[in-house]
Each structure stands twice: as structure tokens, then as C-alpha cells.
């Protein structure tokens, strides 16, 4: 595998990504996912940096739908063109007077070129901080180079804040021109990671009265989620309000891609009138939502619907309770710690087929649909993530598997099909004779009386003609009316029924705990296990049948977790 083109950043991470102009977060969630595979962070720590940063860097701009030009870093931003170098065209383009001279005159000295800024404040910090420092007007790369220089001029001892003229110098620019990519730039890899929590409620209120416009939002989310994360709610809740107040909320979009992702995050701590709350002011901008914001918003609906309906009972199962912890971390963590750790709760979940049968039984209710959904779109997000992929298949061995489930299977047909058979005459025959009897007594003896009536107006010829019509129409009517009529309308809908419920019964009794079995040898993905199993029945001309349990695998959430988790086992 050849080696990503480093040079590319930090100016040009989609370049580094090699992604197209019209990419979205799924393109460069499955980009990321292959640097990763090969840049594993306890490998190589450096290069999982600067890939995570530059990761970061594009899904951060995605989410807030700004344009990629705008999110340079500080040194692109104030990049100086090179110093020009004369041409040869210049050289030839005017005749000077040494032309006409037979003596060349000695080439002059060329004065020495000005030190650029940087190179002037690595060489004179002091000195570079002062002079800056004492201007009444500043360039924003002179604000950039105070704020930088701030901290290393000044001792340890003199530091009675944190970073507060970094911070200073920051604000200050920012106040002078506002929204200048460079010093944002510089800003945002600061509230990263930098910022200790116990001087953020004085940070964030100072940011949103400078800043002012939606992109605090972009620019303050990683500090939002820490604070969520290690605080009580209510404080974060109470900072928040206030600096929501100093904002002018012009443009909906940053504001929902910001609670979008605080929600996650937030909803396992803050209270449920909260979340709710902030779901439904979500839903009224729904319509300006993308295709990868929807689904967002449906995860955490998803996520609000079943913490609010868990029941305490569920976590006496092993299984569920680490299903809870994996979708806690998902949202919740952050890092390589956290990729990490969810990849053990799922092989967790991957080794133990038995807890997960009975954490999630074939006829699992609403509950388990929720947790179904979230779990598959959580583990499919990391899949791509975190660089997971499935191991190499042998198609030859899985192709026997399939096969060898397929023959065990068929062992139980027999029994199946004679009780289903059993189904049709319980539901089917048996009322038809029953009721077939009842209509035979009943029309014999209206057939006597009417015979007895007619006889009288009747000749011989004529009454028997008559008894003929009337034999043959009640043995004809009764079948019509209850083939056509009565049992498609009243007994095959219950017949349907007992026979579901009876099929259910027997994949959860014969069938589920072999394909479970199936599926964990393969360790492929859930739909490619199912296909080759249908494949093997119809090679072997017995499709409808396994049709039938087919059926019950794909609507089988434990099954389908189950097979998710294989990818990640080992």
C-alpha cells in the first residue's frame, strides 16, 4: 500500500483524502477508514494524528455546509508569494548600456532580502512581541504572531491565568476583523483540547460576545462536548443559555448541525424535557436538513425513544447491558480509547450466541426494534470509521457451511410439514365436513317438507325432475359458498395465523439456534451469510421451503446483531 501524500496538508485535506470536489461525509468517512487500517494509532501515533486532524478538519466543514476554501489554516491564510526571481526575459528585455561596451562592468551586490514576519518572530520573539504590542492597529497575522509569542516571552511565574493574553490577543483580532480565517484557524485547534474546564465559562461567554455569529458554534463544539461529558448538566445547560443570548442566530443550519451533535453526547445526562425540546426546535428546520443530517436526527430520536422506554429489567441480560455500554461509548467517547473499547464490547457480543438468543428472542418487541436500528447504524458507522472490515472470506469454506446448515435444516421438515399440513385440515377440512354434515341433516329435511308440498300441484314426472334439481343444487351451493365465500373471509385469515405463529415457533424451537451457529462460522456480513444459505437451497431445489426460514432470519434482530458483530471479532 503506497503511502499517502502527507504534503498535502494541513492546507489541502481533501487532496490527502484524494476525494472528489462533490464528496460527502460517507466518502470521506470510507477514506479515513482506509488510511486508518494502515496509520493504526497504537502503531503509529503521529501519522493517526495528523489524518484524525485533517479527518476532523472536512467533517467539521460538512456538517456545518460551509466551503472548503474557508477553513485554510493560518499559515495558508498569510502565505506571501515567493520572493521573484529575475528572467531571462527581464534580463533581455531593455538593452543596457554595458551592451555597447566592450568591458563588462562588475556585477552588483544584491541587497538581502527582508525577514519575513515568522522568520523575525522566531528570531526576536522579544523583541517581536513588544514592538507588536505596542502598535495601535495590527495585520491579523500580527495578532496571530502576539497571541503565539504571548506565551513563550513570559516566565512561568508571570502567568496568573490560563493563556489569558493568548486568549486576549485572540479575542482582540478577531473583534478588529471578524471572521478572518487564519486567527479562527488558530482559535479552533485551541478549544480542541487546550482549554481546562474550570476557565471555560469564562472563555465561551468572551467567544460568543466577540464572535457573535452562528460559526461559535463550529468553532466551541469539541468544548461543549467535553463539558457534557465531565460536568453536571446544569451548569452546561446555564453557560450555554448565556451565550446563546449574545448570538445572532442568522442562519439555522450551524446551530442544528451543532445540537445534532451535542445531543448524542448530552442525552445520557440531561433531562428528558431538555432533549425533547431540543428535538422538536430541530424539526422545524428538518426541511433544510441534508441526507446524512436526517439520519442524524433519526438516530437520536431513535436513542431519546428507547432510553426513555428501557426497562431495568433488560439489564439483568449480560448482552443487553453490553449493547447499552457500546451505544454509551459511541456517543459519548471520543479517541482511540473509545474505537477501541467498542470494538471489545462487540467482541463481546460476537463470541456468546447464546445471551444474545435470549437478550433479543426471534419475537422481541417495539424495545428491541429500537435498539436493533440503533446498534446497525452505530456498528455500521464505525465499520467505516475505525477502518473495520470484514477478514479475508473463504467462499469455499463458508460455501460448505452453508450446506452443511442447509442438510440440518432439512431434518426437522418432515415434522414441520406434517403438523403444517395438520394446520390446513384443522382450519380447512374439518369445518367444511362439519358444517358440510350440519347442511346435509338441514336440507334433508327442508328437502322432505318442500317434496311433501309440491306434491300435491306435481305430477310423478314433474316431482321427480324436481327432486333432482333440488338434490343437485344443495350438493352443488354448500361447496361454492364455502370455498368461495365463507372460509377465505372467517377461518383462512386464522388459518394464516396458526400457521405463522406455528412456523415462529418452530424456527425459534429447531431452526434459530443452528443459523446462529451458521453465521458465526462464516464471519462475513449479515446479508452476504443469508445469501449463500439461499444460494446452497436452490442448488439444491429446496428454496421454498427455506424461503420460509429465510424469512425469520431477516427479521431476526438478535441474528442480525449478531452477524454485525463478526466483523469485529478477534
Not at 507588536?132 to 513570559?154: F, G, H, I, N, W
Request: a negative charge; glycine letters at 4%; one cysteine or more.
Amino acid at each position: 500500500m503506497s503511502d499517502p501524500a502527507w504534503h498535502h496538508l494541513p492546507h489541502d485535506p481533501r487532496s490527502f483524502f484524494e476525494l472528489p470536489e462533490e464528496f460527502d461525509r460517507r466518502d470521506l468517512k470510507r477514506a479515513y477508514g482506509k488510511l486508518i487500517r494502515q496509520f493504526k494509532p497504537e502503531t503509529h501515533p503521529q501519522e493517526f494524528q495528523r489524518i484524525r486532524a485533517a479527518y476532523e478538519q472536512l467533517e467539521n466543514a460538512e456538517r456545518y455546509g460551509r466551503n472548503q476554501a474557508s477553513h485554510q489554516s493560518a499559515a495558508e491564510a498569510w502565505e506571501s508569494s515567493p520572493t521573484r526571481e529575475p528572467s531571462s526575459a527581464d534580463s533581455t528585455s531593455s538593452p543596457s548600456p554595458s551592451e555597447h561596451s566592450s568591458v563588462e562592468p562588475p556585477p552588483r551586490p544584491r541587497p538581502a532580502a527582508p525577514l519575513s514576519p515568522a522568520d523575525e518572530a522566531i528570531a526576536n520573539p522579544r523583541e517581536t512581541y513588544v514592538r507588536l504590542s505596542q502598535k495601535d492597529s495590527r495585520t491579523p497575522l500580527e495578532y496571530y504572531t502576539l497571541a503565539v509569542l504571548s506565551d513563550l516571552v513570559k516566565k512561568p511565574s508571570e502567568r496568573s491565568k490560563w493563556q489569558s493574553d493568548f486568549m486576549r490577543w485572540l479575542l482582540l483580532g478577531l473583534k478588529e476583523h471578524p471572521g478572518e480565517p487564519g486567527l479562527l484557524s488558530l482559535l479552533a485547534g485551541t478549544l480542541r483540547g487546550d482549554v481546562p474546564l474550570d476557565q471555560a465559562a469564562k472563555v465561551l461567554p468572551s467567544l460568543a460576545k466577540t464572535i457573535r455569529s452562528p460559526n461559535f458554534y463550529r468553532l466551541t463544539e469539541p468544548l461543549w462536548e467535553r463539558l457534557v461529558r465531565q460536568q453536571p448538566f446544569e451548569e452546561t445547560q446555564q453557560l450555554l443559555q448565556q451565550c446563546e443570548s449574545e448570538l445572532r442566530q442568522t442562519d439555522p443550519r450551524p446551530r442544528s448541525a451543532f445540537y445534532l451533535r451535542l445531543l448524542r453526547t448530552a442525552i445520557w445526562k440531561a433531562p428528558r424535557s431538555w432533549s425533547e425540546s431540543k428535538l422538536m426546535e430541530l424539526s422545524q428546520h428538518a426541511a433544510d436538513f441534508d441526507d446524512v443530517m436526517h439520519m442524524d436526527y433519526e438516530f437520536i430520536e431513535l436513542l431519546l425513544d428507547y432510553l426513555s422506554n428501557q426497562q431495568p429489567a433488560s439489564m439483568e441480560s449480560n448482552s443487553r447491558a453490553t449493547m447499552d455500554a457500546f451505544l454509551r461509548t459511541y456517543c459519548t467517547g471520543d479517541g482511540p480509547d473509545a474505537t477501541a473499547e467498542m470494538i471489545h464490547k462487540l467482541d463481546q457480543i460476537a463470541r456468546n450466541a447464546h445471551q444474545i438468543r435470549t437478550a433479543l428472542p426471534a419475537d422481541s418487541d417495539e424495545d428491541a426494534h429500537a435498539l436493533f436500528m440503533l446498534m446497525m447504524m452505530a456498528t455500521g458507522d464505525l465499520a467505516e470509521t475505525s477502518g473495520v472490515v470484514a477478514n479475508q472470506v473463504d467462499d469455499e469454506k463458508n460455501s460448505r457451511q452453508a450446506v452443511s446448515c442447509l442438510k440440518d435444516l432439512k431434518h426437522t421438515l418432515e415434522t414441520v410439514g406434517n403438523r403444517a399440513s395438520w394446520i390446513d385440515v384443522r382450519w380447512k377440512w374439518l369445518p367444511f365436513a362439519g358444517l358440510y354434515l350440519l347442511f346435509g341433516i338441514v336440507f334433508t329435511l327442508s328437502w322432505i317438507l318442500f317434496m311433501s308440498a309440491i306434491s300435491a300441484f306435481a305430477s310423478a314426472g314433474e316431482e321427480g325432475a324436481l327432486t333432482i334439481v333440488a338434490l343437485i343444487g344443495g350438493l352443488v351451493a354448500f361447496p361454492l359458498a364455502f370455498f368461495w365465500w365463507f372460509y377465505p373471509k372467517y377461518l383462512e385469515p386464522k388459518s394464516d395465523v396458526s400457521r405463522q405463529r406455528y412456523f415462529a415457533s418452530c424456527y425459534e424451537k429447531f431452526w434459530r439456534e443452528r443459523v446462529f451457529r451458521y453465521v458465526q462460522s462464516c464471519g462475513e456480513a449479515p446479508s452476504d451469510s443469508l445469501r449463500r444459505l439461499q444460494e446452497a437451497a436452490a442448488y439444491h431445489d429446496d428454496t421454498e421451503w427455506m424461503n420460509l426460514v429465510l424469512s425469520f432470519c431477516h427479521g431476526d434482530r438478535g441474528l442480525l446483531i449478531f452477524a454485525r458483530a463478526q466483523l469485529f471479532a478477534g
